[in-house]
């Protein structure tokens, strides 16, 4: 590789590496801020078992149920909104992939496309546009979300 191909090759690999990462960092920030919420719903749920004598009023109850509906939306409205710059910043960083394949790897070094490569090509290919119900992160946090609200509805209205 001259001198001038592996300047070109680092500049996109930098911006390849710098997509990635912008998506590496705010999923970990996801995950984050979904453990901090799940741990809130867990320990109010746990209060509200412990108090075996402890009486809810109606209006907190139908009020505790909207604001924990509301807490659901919001954090499943949240991960889409990760969902979506997460999926932009990897698409692009598969783009610059697959410029590097094309451009560096596969003139160099043909040998490189085997079947198992193409089967690699073909899974980045599918995973592009993943949606609610083909992204497992999203799936996941959105179903455990609803799962504790349905759990905190549940002890709060049979308080």
Not at 39 to 65: F, H, N, R, Y
Request: aromatic share 12%; proline share 3%.
């Amino acid at each position: 590789m001259t001198e001038d191909e592996k300047r070109d090759f680092d500049a996109v690999y930098a911006i390849r590496s710098a997509a990635w990462n912008s998506s590496d960092k705010r999923s970990e920030f996801e995950w984050r801020v979904a453990l901090g919420l799940w741990t809130a719903m867990a320990a109010m749920i746990g209060i509200l078992l412990s108090g075996k004598d402890v009486k809810i009023d109606s209006p907190v109850k139908l009020g505790g149920t909207i604001l924990v509906a509301l807490l659901v939306f919001l954090h499943a409205s949240f991960t889409h909104g990760i969902q979506e710059a997460n999926r932009y910043d990897r698409d692009l960083a598969d783009h610059y992939d697959d410029f590097l394949e094309t451009q560096f790897f596969l003139p160099s070094f043909p040998a490189l496309i085997t079947p198992a490569w193409q089967a690699l090509k073909e899974r980045r290919e599918a995973r592009r546009g993943t949606t609610l119900l083909t992204n497992y992160s999203h799936r996941f946090q959105s179903c455990v979300t609803l799962l504790f609200g349905l759990c905190l509805i549940g002890v709060l209205v049979s308080r």
